[in-house]
């Protein structure tokens, strides 16, 4: 949803940008939840406990949940995330590329048409760099989950046993790292997310008086005050 919202804020076309709003943000979330909660009521039906192990239930439901979380987790998001990276970073260089030849000279002075701001060039990167960590940390997981969707009905000995779940551990671990990873990509992306982390513990651990941030090119309002 955060890659869609990007190109959707980085489009040129006026209607395309009104969809990237917080209102519109707000109910696309509670609208997820809601969805995903719904979704996931089969848990509680084809879900047994065996040995202190929840694990869902063999046969053709356990192929079909493999294959159901390989596309849902891993596949799905991965090529959504690629998609609407590649949309975004398309409309970011269109931007940069109309920039250069619109600029104009009034009364001495050189005005160009429009400017990405600053705010949302660091937005774009802090999303590019998530966008590719998701994708290297994501794609063990449903890649062993299709392999043990196929192979859930042969013959294994103890031994292949114990490495497929230590592999699959392993998968779900780098999924798990992915999400604590996000506030570390933040702040080596992004110089304005730094700020403001930095403005956070100043005035509510220090309790110091804030300093102000800018989170606009003053570029931007330089020209706009021309024209």
């Known amino acids: 949803m955060a890659s869609i919202d990007r190109y959707f804020a980085s489009s040129r076309n006026a209607l395309r940008r009104q969809w990237s709003s917080p209102k519109i943000a707000i109910r696309l979330i509670i609208s997820n939840v809601i969805f995903w909660c719904v979704m996931y009521i089969q848990v509680i039906i084809f879900y047994n406990i065996s040995t202190g192990i929840c694990w869902f239930q063999s046969g053709a439901y356990g192929m079909f949940f493999s294959i159901y979380i390989a596309v849902e987790s891993g596949i799905v998001p991965i090529l959504l995330l690629f998609i609407f990276g590649l949309l975004t970073a398309n409309n970011v260089h269109k931007t940069r590329q109309r920039i250069e030849p619109t600029g104009t000279t009034h009364g001495g002075r050189h005005i160009q048409g429009s400017k990405t701001s600053r705010k949302d060039a660091q937005l774009h990167k802090m999303l590019a760099n998530q966008i590719l960590v998701f994708i290297i940390l994501n794609m063990p997981n449903p890649c062993f989950l299709v392999y043990k969707a196929f192979t859930l009905n042969t013959s ?19 999924i798990h790292l992915g999400f604590s990873l996000t506030f570390i990509n933040f702040i080596i992306s992004s110089d304005m997310f730094r700020k403001e982390f930095l403005q956070v513990i100043r005035v509510n651990i ?6 102000r941030v800018s989170t606009v090119d003053r570029d931007n309002n330089k020209d706009s005050q021309v024209k």
């Open 156 to 174: 294994k000995s103890v031994l292949r046993s114990t490495i497929e779940e230590f592999a699959g551990n392993m998968t779900y671990g780098l």
């Open 206 to 211: 220090f309790r110091q008086h804030p300093i």
